[in-house]
């Protein structure tokens, strides 16, 4: 199985930027990087030190249940090119572990798929995960905060 790392779409990206609502209907928050732990969830990157960014209430899912939880993520303020697409681990993961974790076609959770995966174990997990019946998708997120990283599919071909 072939997997891809999947960023924030552009569009989404492009809205916060434009000044749309996030998710609990807030204006984009905008600050500047130190230099380190600000990871765009666009271009899968860090945001540079001295570079403007925003924080927004995001929910990485299409519809609503109990499941689809809302958390911040960090945005590069300007434009930068959509990240992912690929099996190459993004270079924003940068911790040591991560929560990686199944959901099903209905967006919600998959018990027992779910734990703390050492960053170098996460292409491995993703690919075993979506291996089942009953996972459709795979989130990468913060091991201390829970905060969504990004989204593994499997490549279709």
Do not use: W
Request: charged share 25%; proline share 7%; aromatic share 8%.
């Amino acid at each position: 199985m072939t997997i891809h790392f999947t960023a924030i779409d552009t569009e989404t990206a492009n809205a916060y930027r434009a000044g749309k609502p996030d998710d609990y209907g807030h204006k984009p928050e905008r600050a500047i990087s130190e230099g380190d732990g600000i990871p765009c969830r666009h271009c899968l990157k860090m945001v540079p030190k001295g570079q403007p960014y925003l924080v927004v209430a995001h929910r990485p899912f299409d519809g609503l249940n109990p499941y689809t939880e809302t958390g911040p993520i960090f945005l590069c303020e300007h434009g930068c090119n959509r990240g992912g697409g690929d099996a190459a681990l993004p270079e924003f993961l940068d911790s040591p572990g991560y929560i990686v974790r199944g959901y099903g076609a209905n967006e919600r959770i998959v018990y027992g798929s779910g734990g703390v995966v050492e960053r170098d174990h996460i292409p491995e997990r993703a690919e075993t995960l979506l291996a089942r019946d009953d996972i459709e998708f795979v989130h990468v997120r913060s091991a201390s905060n829970n905060c969504f990283h990004c989204r593994i599919d499997a490549a279709e071909g």
